[in-house]
């Protein structure tokens, strides 16, 4: 299975890879990043993630990156 690693200071908060996670494994972060924004957050505790990538591919920052387990 995959996993995507977030950065959190890159993100500006578009949350089009929110919209695009078939897992609905991402939020709104409620803590600011050092540009202001408030980043996307991934959070996958039961390891649901599905490694499809979508949420990196719709990213138009590269914020997201897949890395796999």
Avoid: W
Avoid at 24 to 48: R, V, Y
């Amino acid at each position: 299975m995959g996993r995507i690693v977030l950065d959190r200071d890159v993100c500006k908060g578009c949350y089009l890879c929110i919209k695009a996670c078939p897992k609905a494994l991402l939020k709104k972060s409620s803590k600011p990043n050092n540009h202001g924004f408030f980043p996307a957050e991934f959070t996958d505790d039961k390891n649901e993630c599905i490694g499809c990538a979508q949420c990196a591919m719709n990213c138009p920052d590269a914020a997201i990156r897949e890395v796999y387990r």
